[in-house]
């Protein structure tokens, strides 16, 4: 099972947001930034909590996406 934890700590520590490459965001205070890192959380641990209901291993949901998607082997 992955750890949560993983997935918070790809978050881009300027904006909070999970995105890939540049941060094209404008700067947040801590507190947006703790909201957004808190919303990404619970939204991420929904999407494995599906996964899981739809039979799919956690460590083969897309993390890029925001509904259980298998990776593709
Ligand atoms: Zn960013």
């Known amino acids: 099972m992955l750890q949560f934890k993983e ?9 909070g947001e999970d995105h890939e490459g540049e941060c094209s965001h ?19 641990m929904k999407k494995y ?10 460590d083969q949901v897309n993390q890029r996406r925001n509904t259980p998607t298998r990776k593709k082997s």
């Open 7 to 15: 997935f918070v700590e790809e978050l881009c520590p300027e904006c």
């Open 26 to 44: 404008e700067a947040v205070s801590p507190a947006q930034r703790r909201a957004r890192k808190q919303a990404y959380l619970l939204k991420t």
């Open 49 to 58: 909590g599906d996964a899981a209901k739809m039979g799919i291993p956690a």
